[in-house]
């Protein structure tokens, strides 16, 4: 036991002797830190879940094609209705991102991308064998503002269509 301790008693010596050039090790590791920090750069990421009854809001767009889809069926589909190329532009046009592109070719890519970083998810099998029918929107951009309005906007156009479908 006594040994022990002036093991320790030995270390702690020797951590005061170097506690200078520990320091300075310390703020050199803290400023690397700082600076890798600093040098990433910023995604915002914008969430939005919307409850779909998909027997109601898909049966107007399966009539006739088929009988019973499956989840998987039905989540392409969501995906296809919301990621359509009119739905696409109407956020373009109206989320302001128009300002991002100069001509015809320069939309199609920004609507490309836009495909192709929207995320959509959902309608999974809970433990009981039934539908969950809550569907994810998923958009991350460096700006805040642009990411929420490109999921609002979606949703809201998704909305729009499911409604008017309905009713007509």
């Known amino acids: 036991m006594l040994e022990q301790l002036k093991q320790i008693l030995d270390g702690a010596r ?8 520990a320091f300075a090790l ?14 990433v750069p910023l995604k915002y990421e ?35 209705v919301m990621l359509s190329q009119q739905n696409l532009e109407k956020v373009v046009r109206e989320t302001g991102l128009s300002v991002r592109v100069k001509d015809d ?8 991308a836009l495909r192709e970083k929207i995320k959509v998810s959902g309608g999974d ?7 969950n029918n809550l569907y ?10 642009v990411a929420q309005a490109v999921v609002t906007k979606l949703l809201d156009t998704f909305v729009e ?5 309905q009713e007509g």
């Open 14 to 21: 020797g951590a005061w002797r170097f506690r200078w050039k």
């Open 136 to 145: 994810s929107i998923v958009f991350r951009d460096s700006d805040r503002v």
């Open 161 to 165: 269509d499911t409604l008017g479908l």
């Open 105 to 112: 070719r320069d939309r199609q890519a920004l609507i490309a």
């Open 46 to 80: 914008a969430k939005a879940q919307v409850f779909v009854n998909t027997n109601s809001a898909l049966r107007p767009l399966l009539e006739g094609i088929a009988v019973e889809t499956d989840i998987n069926a039905q989540l392409e589909l969501m995906r296809q």
């Open 125 to 131: 099998v809970r433990g009981n064998g039934r539908r």
């Open 26 to 39: 310390a703020c050199a590791v803290c400023v690397l830190g700082w600076t890798a920090v600093f040098l």
